[in-house]
């Protein structure tokens, strides 16, 4: 059964860095775009950065370009999302997300929060 389980949130101040992880069982990621979103309080879930399965090719949202970092290391069942210069608007619930053939997965989420 496909599973996708993120970690690697916590608590850190202004300016800190954070590395997630969403890490896959009973599938291989190989070949399939993944994506990473966020939820703040009161706020729509938001697409925050994705990389290609076929090319490694990334996007980035606007808000968080130059900041964040997404790689997927080959020999690794795990995509990474490493956060630098973190400001208190990226505090939110991370997700991870992977779609097969039309059909969404979603990890359980990890708490980042950015405050002093």
């Known amino acids: 059964q496909l599973q996708l389980v993120e970690s690697g949130g916590g608590l850190v101040q202004p300016g800190g860095s954070l590395r997630l992880s969403c890490a896959a069982s009973?599938?291989?990621?190989?070949?399939?775009?993944i994506a990473w979103f966020r939820q703040a309080p009161g706020k729509e879930r938001e697409g925050v950065s994705c990389?290609?399965?076929?090319?490694?090719?990334?996007y980035y949202t606007d808000s968080v370009k130059g900041r964040f970092t997404i790689s997927r290391p080959n020999v690794e069942n795990t995509v990474y999302l490493q956060m630098n210069s973190l400001k208190p608007e990226d505090t939110a619930v991370y997700y991870c997300?992977?779609?097969?053939?039309?059909?969404?997965?979603w990890g359980q989420g990890t708490q980042v929060t950015v405050s002093s």
């Open positions: 990389i290609s399965g076929r090319d490694g090719s990334t």
């Open positions: 997300n992977l779609n097969v053939l039309g059909r969404d997965y």
């Open positions: 009973g599938f291989t990621l190989d070949y399939y775009a």
